[in-house]
């Protein structure tokens, strides 16, 4: 994982079911309790999500009114069943007052300053009561009052609202004391872990269209270092060691090792061809101007047989270059120089390296299995080892700073109900390089017991397979 959400106001909460409910305050305006109880409209909330789509990247090119933005910041408390949910809420109707691109991005989609702050509340009332209900098992209100009218209009648009960055508080609810490993209510039985390197049946012998690459293995790996997917692959010609990193958002390539070079791509860091490295030394990224002191470039990825040419639009958004094809990597010094783990490895590979392909998890057998996509996200070559049994919502939501990260909706502890995908109500972040299930992040416990699992970034869907490959 290379970063949490950065650059903007995001909701963060935890509802205790049997907390009680007491104030909740933060710098800016005092806390107070939010007007409820105002009837969302369709219209206003699709205005409302492209308010909040073009914020993102506004807010991340304007540092300084960003920092005005927080410190008169109104932060209000939405009551609840379970407690209260702390909802912060920019001044908008003072903020466009300063800038007439900001008051653009009102005008533009017709939607009135003063109408971001209800309807911010009302969303994530809505969502606060989704989450409290069925964390409880509880019936929700009924469609006929405004809360259950805001209620069925939100569940509905559950995956854009988290593409824009809103998603459901967690809740603690009494058959949840922790975050365990997925439990699969669909009532399949876990797939039984078999030895690496088993037989190849089912994947065809296509290197153009298909590959497996085992999982890289070494001597006495530490705890840590087993909940890694790890994969050899090369960058621009330069094979290496990298994780396999569905929160990293993109490549991110260790800088003592690879330097940029004169074509905008990657050469080997030597004495002869040394360039200056002004880039931070740090574990993560934790602001935009962080994100922006790395060094940027475009580079090819061979993973197995196939190649990844693929772009990476939001990262040189963020970078604001005009070019499309400029940036798809970034080079720094994270993780302790990339030293944590299999170190010194060349780096991460993110979801944006695996764009081009059908990109399968297989933990039960130790591997990743990319199968080519065609423009439309359908596989060009059948691979009777890996056929689908269920597919759900995949959302790419921006994180801040170039950053996009994949979500999928899971239930009360981290459940994943297949027959049912409606009541997967929490919105949580892939992250197959974290190795707990922490917060919002969905990593090693979650992902590793689910056996094998795939993702399709074309179809925007997460996929689970009638079997655990051959």
């Given at each position: 994982?290379?970063?949490?959400?950065?650059?903007?106001?995001?909701?963060?909460?935890?509802?205790?079911?049997?907390?009680?409910?007491?104030?909740?305050?933060?710098?800016?305006?005092?806390?107070?309790?939010?007007?409820?109880?105002?009837?969302?409209?369709?219209?206003?909330?699709?205005?409302?999500?492209a308010?909040?789509?073009?914020?993102?990247?506004?807010?991340?090119?304007?540092?300084?009114?960003?920092?005005?933005?927080?410190?008169?910041?109104?932060?209000?408390?939405?009551?609840?069943?379970?407690?209260?949910?702390?909802v912060?809420?920019?001044?908008?109707p003072?903020?466009?007052?300063?800038?007439?691109?900001?008051?653009?991005?009102?005008?533009?989609?017709?939607?009135?300053?003063?109408?971001?702050?209800?309807?911010?509340?009302?969303?994530?009332?809505?969502?606060?009561?989704?989450?409290?209900?069925a964390?409880?098992?509880?019936?929700?209100?009924?469609?006929?009052?405004?809360?259950?009218?805001?209620?069925?209009?939100?569940?509905?648009?559950?995956?854009?609202?988290?593409?824009?960055?809103v998603?459901?508080?967690?809740?603690?609810?009494?058959?949840?004391?922790?975050?365990?490993?997925?439990?699969?209510?669909?009532?399949?039985?876990?797939?039984?872990p078999q030895?690496?390197?088993?037989?190849?049946?089912?994947?065809?012998?296509?290197?153009?269209?298909?590959?497996?690459?085992?999982?890289?293995?070494?001597?006495?790996?530490?705890?840590?270092?087993?909940?890694?997917?790890?994969?050899?692959?090369?960058?621009?010609?330069?094979?290496?060691?990298?994780?396999?990193?569905?929160?990293?958002?993109?490549?991110?390539?260790?800088?003592?090792?690879?330097?940029?070079?004169?074509?905008?791509?990657?050469?080997?860091?030597?004495?002869?061809?040394?360039?200056?490295?002004?880039?931070p030394?740090?574990?993560?990224?934790?602001s935009?101007?962080?994100?922006?002191?790395?060094?940027?470039?475009?580079?090819?990825?061979?993973?197995?047989?196939?190649?990844?040419?693929?772009?990476?639009?939001?990262?040189?958004?963020?970078?604001?270059?005009?070019?499309?094809?400029?940036?798809?990597?970034?080079?720094?010094?994270?993780?302790?120089?990339?030293?944590?783990?299999?170190?010194?490895?060349?780096?991460?590979?993110?979801?944006?390296?695996?764009?081009?392909?059908?990109?399968?998890?297989?933990?039960?057998?130790?591997?990743?299995?990319?199968?080519?996509?065609?423009?439309?996200?359908?596989?060009?070559?059948?691979?009777?080892?890996?056929?689908?049994?269920?597919?759900?919502?995949?959302?790419?939501?921006?994180?801040?700073?170039?950053?996009?990260?994949?979500?999928?909706?899971?239930?009360?502890?981290?459940?994943?109900?297949t027959?049912?995908?409606?009541?997967?109500?929490?919105?949580?972040?892939?992250?197959?390089?974290?190795?707990?299930?922490?917060?919002?992040?969905?990593?090693?416990?979650?992902?590793?017991?689910?056996?094998?699992?795939?993702?399709?970034?074309?179809?925007?869907?997460?996929?689970?397979?009638?079997?655990?490959?051959?």
């Amino acid at each position: 994982m290379r970063w949490m959400k950065i650059g903007g106001w995001a909701l963060v909460a935890t509802i205790g079911i049997h907390a009680p409910a007491a104030a909740h305050a933060q710098s800016g305006s005092d806390a107070s309790n939010a007007a409820k109880d105002s009837l969302l409209t369709a219209k206003q909330l699709a205005r409302y999500m492209a308010v909040k789509q073009a914020l993102g990247p506004y807010w991340g090119s304007h540092p300084d009114l960003l920092q005005t933005a927080r410190s008169t910041a109104h932060n209000l408390v939405v009551s609840l069943p379970g407690g209260q949910l702390p909802v912060g809420v920019f001044d908008y109707p003072a903020l466009v007052q300063q800038d007439t691109a900001l008051a653009a991005i009102f005008s533009t989609n017709q939607f009135a300053p003063t109408q971001f702050e209800p309807t911010q509340v009302s969303v994530n009332e809505a969502l606060g009561l989704l989450a409290y209900h069925a964390a409880q098992g509880t019936a929700l209100p009924a469609s006929s009052t405004v809360g259950g009218k805001n209620i069925q209009l939100v569940h509905q648009s559950l995956m854009e609202l988290a593409a824009v960055g809103v998603t459901a508080p967690a809740v603690q609810g009494p058959a949840c004391t922790e975050a365990g490993p997925a439990s699969l209510s669909s009532g399949a039985a876990p797939i039984t872990p078999q030895a690496a390197g088993a037989s190849m049946a089912g994947i065809p012998a296509l290197p153009d269209d298909v590959t497996v690459i085992p999982f890289y293995t070494k001597p006495n790996e530490t705890p840590l270092e087993q909940t890694k997917a790890v994969i050899e692959a090369e960058i621009d010609g330069h094979r290496g060691v990298f994780i396999f990193d569905l929160g990293a958002g993109t490549a991110v390539l260790n800088r003592s090792v690879l330097q940029p070079n004169a074509k905008g791509g990657v050469d080997t860091v030597t004495d002869a061809n040394r360039s200056p490295d002004n880039t931070p030394r740090s574990d993560y990224i934790n602001s935009a101007e962080q994100e922006r002191q790395l060094d940027h470039v475009h580079v090819t990825v061979r993973l197995g047989t196939l190649v990844s040419h693929y772009d990476d639009p939001a990262l040189t958004a963020f970078m604001t270059e005009k070019d499309p094809h400029r940036y798809n990597a970034e080079l720094g010094h994270l993780w302790g120089n990339f030293g944590w783990v299999f170190g010194p490895r060349l780096g991460n590979l993110g979801p944006a390296v695996f764009q081009p392909f059908e990109t399968i998890v297989d933990y039960t057998h130790r591997r990743i299995v990319l199968i080519r996509l065609d423009a439309a996200g359908h596989r060009v070559v059948d691979v009777p080892a890996y056929p689908p049994r269920a597919q759900m919502p995949l959302a790419t939501v921006p994180m801040g700073a170039g950053f996009v990260g994949l979500h999928l909706a899971v239930g009360p502890c981290d459940s994943l109900d297949t027959s049912a995908p409606a009541r997967n109500l929490w919105i949580k972040m892939l992250d197959t390089g974290s190795p707990d299930n922490d917060g919002n992040i969905l990593g090693y416990p979650f992902l590793s017991h689910l056996g094998v699992f795939g993702v399709n970034q074309r179809t925007h869907q997460f996929i689970l397979y009638h079997t655990g490959g051959a």
